[in-house]
């Protein structure tokens, strides 16, 4: 009685589901399915460049990655791949906030370029938490080398190079915005980051060994308060600037929620594209095929309603499950 009573359970939550899902996108699924779509889903995804990055780090990967949650929510970051000279403005649904974004003459500060921003919050929110009094100090020192391996770069001279382009185009890109962070608002245009300065260069060639970055008092503010979120390791190994920004927003608002559903003209605005929406459903549909976002998948339904849900199958079946007692 016991196992019928659990299939009954199952066949319901398929069932709740299924009006908004495609059979192929049905998320009860059995631990053999399972381990193939991962197996899937890892060979879609950029391969893990330093196995063995422990053993020379030490404890330097002991903190959870961590991004801002202001950064999450609004578009800040291009998905262009090439340089974006124009300017973009954003505006809350209910017109409480808005930002506005302008590059300087190397373009707006991309996707990728965010990484080092993750890199540097993660470290300083686990400074904050371990109480150390350097984690007031808006600048922060790491070595290049370190940086490259955390993000899961390759270790070679063209890393080096956009690395220096990341530090123009982040220190370029200027904001304006009312959005508040740790409770103050900053009423001044300025840069993603305040400044970068190379402290130690190598004794062969011209690339960076150390460098400094300070943080706008803006991000900054966030950090302080605690305004972050953890995200998956896996972030850094999608190759598509908006699967990274889809990820974001899925773990800015579904979070650890079963579910969140958003309009596809809306999800647009939110990821800060600038294609048409034939275009954008075009890409969001080979992301949902690809389905390599991590602890979260998409469907996209009739209504161009994109639903994000968890891949926890056991979580999701209990979501579920509690949603249908509730009717």
């Known amino acids: 009685m016991k196992k019928r009573s659990k299939e009954r359970q199952t066949e319901q939550a398929k069932l709740d589901f299924g009006s908004q899902a495609a059979p192929s996108c049905t998320p009860i699924v059995n631990d053999t399915d399972q381990q193939i779509r991962e197996k899937r889903e890892r060979s879609k995804l950029l391969p893990v460049r330093h196995t063995d990055r422990d053993f020379f780090l030490c404890d330097l990967f002991d903190y959870a990655?961590?991004?801002d949650g202001v950064s999450m929510e609004a578009p800040i970051f291009t998905l262009a791949t090439k340089p974006d000279l124009s300017e973009w403005h954003w505006e809350s649904k209910d017109k409480s906030r808005s930002l506005t974004v302008t590059p300087s003459i190397k373009g707006r500060a991309t996707q990728f370029d965010k990484d080092v921003l993750i890199y540097v919050v993660s470290q300083m929110t686990e400074a904050l938490n371990r109480g150390r009094a350097d984690a007031k100090n808006r600048t922060v020192r790491f070595t290049v080398y370190d940086y490259l391996i955390s993000t899961n770069k390759a270790i070679n001279g063209r890393?080096?190079?956009?690395?220096?382009?990341?530090?123009?185009?982040?220190?370029?890109?200027?904001?304006?915005?009312?959005?508040?962070?740790?409770g103050q608002r900053t009423r001044e245009i300025f840069g993603i980051i305040e400044r970068a300065k190379i402290v130690e260069k190598s004794p062969d060639d011209e690339r960076m060994v150390a460098v400094e970055v300070t943080l706008s008092e803006w991000l900054f503010n966030a950090v302080q308060a605690h305004e972050v979120l953890t995200i998956h390791s896996d972030y850094f190994r999608l190759r598509k600037p908006l699967e990274r920004r889809l990820y974001e927003l899925a773990r800015k608002?579904?979070?650890?929620?079963?579910?969140?559903?958003?309009?596809?003209?809306?999800?647009?605005?939110k990821a800060g594209s600038k294609c048409s929406l034939r275009e954008f459903r075009r890409m969001v549909r080979g992301i949902i095929q690809t389905d390599t976002l991590p602890n979260y998948r998409m469907i996209l339904d009739e209504s161009d309603k994109?639903?994000?849900?968890?891949?926890?199958?056991?979580?999701?079946?209990?979501?579920?499950?509690?949603?249908?007692a509730k009717k």
């Open 65 to 67: 990655l961590k991004d």
């Open 159 to 182: 890393s080096y190079e956009r690395l220096s382009d990341t530090f123009e185009r982040l220190r370029g890109t200027t904001l304006k915005t009312n959005i508040k962070t740790g």
């Open 253 to 269: 608002h579904c979070g650890y929620q079963t579910m969140w559903s958003i309009s596809l003209e809306l999800l647009q605005e």
């Open 306 to 324: 994109a639903i994000f849900y968890t891949k926890d199958v056991h979580r999701l079946s209990k979501g579920l499950t509690a949603k249908t």
